[in-house]
């Protein structure tokens, strides 16, 4: 590790975003300097948050890198508390004993450029002092993973034992394999996409103008006006957890019932369903940031593991690692066939089905699937080759 990087600065956490000041929690910090943008600009100075578990071994090759989705951050496992609004969001999966077992693995999670969690992100301080708001410029999926590039290099991991992450993670999990070839021996692939589809892209223009048309918004930079646009994000997050869910689980597990002591046939009440979608966007109003949900959706759009590199096909020919991907049957933001087309593009591919009820949230919630695919994905590693494809069940 040189010594760009760092236990902490005295920074601090005040509203949705982590601002310079507050509590760090266990995040570390990293300062990689200026990054040039896929689509033009540069960032001056970013800083990257991150949080590790386990020890590096000698040789810089027993590490595991996670890649969180939309609006995740560094803390993969742990409770909440100073520093963490809210608790790890694979827990289960890190640890003595898990499947990824921090006896053995040395593993790292960075908030991503963009981000509200102690990263570079819209709401951080600029160089004349003031929050970059409707300032910071567009960033993609591959600007992210640059940035992990130069965090992998202070860390002194010489090659990652696996790359792993579902949704937007697993965007970045495509980038690290197809753009860092040698550095990645076996990735991990989840719950989506070789390139963001139009119905992908159709979802997310309601959320994002659902954003900009709350009157808080003020273009940008509200930061210093208040909590900003907290209505347009919840109507954003009602439509995304939405699409994060199966029907069948909603209609499951709430059906037509009314939300206990209201009445939503005509007396303006609400429907359980309703007050379920209301939950989640007060929880995500307290803990994120619109501008960073806004720059990390339009990266999510721009993704496309083939542009410049010939196309798809001929981008995911040249990975050279072992990759795993695996879809959820449910998934109807992306869909099982969009997993099985990255497997059927990737030279030796493993493609694996997780079952699940709960739609493309299910990478998370169904540990125990994920376990044993990652467990099958490590023992493969340290045996030097990958197993055959197979069927979860």
């Not at 689980?249 to 209301?278: K, N």
Request: proline share 6%; with cysteine.
């Amino acid at each position: 590790m040189d010594d760009r990087a760092m236990s902490h600065p005295a920074h601090p956490s005040s509203g949705p975003w982590w601002t310079p000041g507050g509590e760090p929690g266990h995040r570390l910090f990293l300062d990689i300097g200026e990054l040039e943008l896929e689509f033009g600009g540069r960032l001056p100075a970013v800083q990257l948050a991150y949080e590790t578990w386990g020890t590096l071994n000698a040789a810089g090759d027993n590490a595991i890198l996670v890649e969180h989705a939309l609006t995740g951050d560094s803390h993969v496992v742990g409770p909440a508390g100073p520093g963490h609004p809210s608790p790890g969001w694979w827990d289960g999966l890190i640890g003595p004993g898990h499947p990824i077992d921090t006896r053995q693995w040395f593993v790292v999670a960075a908030n991503v450029v963009g981000g509200c969690r102690g990263s570079t992100g819209p709401s951080s301080v600029a160089a004349n002092g003031r929050p970059w708001g409707s300032r910071f410029p567009f960033v993609s999926i591959r600007d992210q993973v640059a940035a992990e590039v130069a965090l992998s290099d202070s860390l002194g991991v010489r090659q990652w034992a696996m790359v792993i992450g579902g949704s937007m993670g697993g965007m970045r999990v495509l980038e690290w394999a197809v753009g860092q070839p040698d550095r990645v021996d076996q990735a991990m692939v989840l719950a989506t996409t070789a390139a963001a589809t139009a119905d992908q892209i159709a979802w997310a223009q309601p959320q994002l103008l659902a954003i900009r048309h709350d009157p808080a918004f003020a273009g940008g930079d509200y930061y210093e006006a208040g909590p900003g646009p907290v209505t347009g994000l919840g109507i954003a997050r009602r439509i995304a957890h939405t699409t994060y869910r199966s029907s069948l689980e909603l209609d499951v597990r709430f059906g037509r019932q009314p939300h206990e002591g209201e009445l939503p046939l005509g007396g303006g009440g609400r429907y359980a369903v309703e007050s379920y979608l209301d939950h989640h966007a007060h929880k995500l109003g307290r803990r994120f940031d619109a501008n960073s949900y806004l720059v990390l959706t339009e990266a999510m759009n721009s993704h496309d593991v083939g542009r410049g590199r010939g196309g798809v096909a001929a981008a995911l020919s040249r990975i050279r690692g072992h990759v795993t991907v695996a879809g959820v049957d449910s998934d109807r933001l992306y869909p099982l066939r969009e997993s099985q087309q990255i497997a059927q593009l990737v030279p030796s591919a493993r493609f694996v089905t997780i079952h699940s009820d709960h739609g493309h949230d299910g990478f998370l919630i169904e540990v125990g699937q994920v376990g044993r695919i990652v467990g099958e994905a490590l023992a493969d590693h340290i045996r030097g080759g990958p197993r055959a494809g197979s069927r979860i069940r």
